[in-house]
């Protein structure tokens, strides 16, 4: 009984083996494919010219992010900038927003709107 016990041993053993091989080739395939995909360079996106188009915000909205005309881009990173300073995601729920004093005109008086919501709001802001 003992040679079949130093049998079974070294099967798990060879077996061992067998399994580092194939890691091993696995991971020569892979490094192999990445060689043989020519690197293509990425084209430099240009922005919509309807995002960079600077809006006018009303008074609700210019009292958040100020009163100059600005891209609808430059709007939503000064009110996200507000957002953040008077912390007022949910700690909870990140993707909700707690409106304050200032934010409830530009949320239609919601005390609490949903991020996705708050850029639809934020257009019927903006001449």
Same mark, same amino acid.
């Given at each position: 009984?003992?040679?079949?016990?130093?049998? #079974?041993?070294? /099967? $798990? %053993?060879?077996? *061992? @083996? =067998?399994?580092? +091989?194939?890691? &091993? !080739? #696995?991971?020569? /395939? $892979? %490094?192999?494919? *990445? @060689? =043989?995909?020519? +690197?293509?360079? &990425? !084209? #430099?996106?240009?922005?919509?010219?309807?995002?960079? @188009?600077?809006?006018?915000?009303?008074? &609700?909205?210019?009292?958040?992010?100020?009163?100059?005309?600005?891209?609808?881009?430059?709007?939503?990173?000064?009110?996200?900038?507000?957002?953040?300073?008077?912390?007022?995601?949910?700690?909870?729920?990140?993707?909700?927003?707690?409106?304050?004093?200032?934010?409830?005109?530009?949320?239609?008086?919601?005390?609490?709107?949903?991020?996705?919501?708050?850029?639809?709001?934020?257009?019927?802001?903006?001449?």
């Amino acid at each position: 009984m003992a040679a079949k016990k130093g049998g #079974k041993k070294a /099967a $798990k %053993k060879g077996g *061992a @083996k =067998k399994g580092g +091989a194939k890691k &091993a !080739a #696995k991971g020569g /395939a $892979k %490094k192999s494919a *990445a @060689k =043989k995909a020519p +690197a293509k360079k &990425a !084209a #430099k996106r240009t922005p919509n010219a309807a995002f960079m @188009k600077p809006m006018q915000p009303d008074a &609700a909205l210019g009292a958040v992010v100020g009163a100059n005309p600005m891209p609808r881009t430059e709007i939503t990173k000064k009110l996200w900038g507000y957002i953040k300073r008077n912390n007022l995601q949910d700690a909870k729920e990140r993707r909700m927003i707690n409106a304050d004093d200032k934010l409830k005109p530009v949320f239609g008086g919601k005390g609490k709107v949903s991020m996705f919501e708050m850029t639809k709001l934020v257009n019927k802001h903006l001449k």
